[in-house]
């Protein structure tokens, strides 16, 4: 099966069953930016819940924005926070320190695409995973998409692709399990 996803900050469970699954993945590089979507926001399960990280844009168009060409601001130290607000949430997860350095790399430089950084943040996750994936961007934007189940509407952050069987996480013991 072949799908089509849209690029996000830190994929969600959602996307990496679908990545695992899929003969062939496909990403779509040619749409519009929506705001309050998982493009630039990502969930982490913190000690007192579930905690947003956004990353801050410069967002120049009223609707007609090519995600390809929203930049990120870089006005606030958003990289610093993100960087200790996951060492904190996770630092105490069994092989967090084997993974750290590799995450460290993604907040030590100031990206200057959205875009540029979502996609080093999937390759840095599926290279310390060891899977091995088989994808491209797309190259023009198709509502209805024909040789691919469209997945796109997962970027939106209250989709839910099915509900997951629970599994041990970092704060389970005292929110319950976050999906």
């Known amino acids: 099966m072949e799908v089509l996803l849209s ?6 469970i959602a996307h990496f069953i679908l990545l695992l699954k899929s003969e062939k993945v496909w990403f779509e590089a ?3 930016y929506e705001k309050q979507t998982l493009r630039n926001r990502t969930y ?3 000690a007192n819940g ?9 967002y120049t168009q009223k609707n007609r924005q090519l995600f390809k060409d929203v930049e990120i601001s870089n006005s606030t130290p958003w990289q610093s926070i993100h960087r200790k607000s996951i060492e904190s949430a996770y630092k105490s ?5 084997f993974y750290e350095d590799d995450l460290e790399v993604l907040f030590s430089k100031k990206p200057k695409f959205l875009l540029d950084h979502n996609i080093k943040c999937l390759e840095t996750i599926v290279e310390c995973l060891q899977i091995c994936l088989d994808s491209e ?15 796109r509407p997962l970027v939106q952050a209250n989709t839910k692709l099915e509900d ?10 005292k929110h319950g399990f976050l999906s």
Do not use: C, M, R
């Open 7 to 12: 690029h996000t900050y830190f994929p969600s």
């Open 30 to 32: 040619h749409d519009n």
């Open 44 to 46: 982490i399960y913190g």
């Open 50 to 58: 579930k905690q947003a990280l956004s990353i801050p844009v410069n």
């Open 93 to 97: 997860s069994p092989f967090f320190e």
């Open 137 to 151: 961007d797309t190259t023009i934007y198709e509502k209805e998409p024909q040789s691919s189940v469209d997945f």
């Open 164 to 173: 997951f069987e629970s599994y041990t996480q970092v704060f389970s013991d």
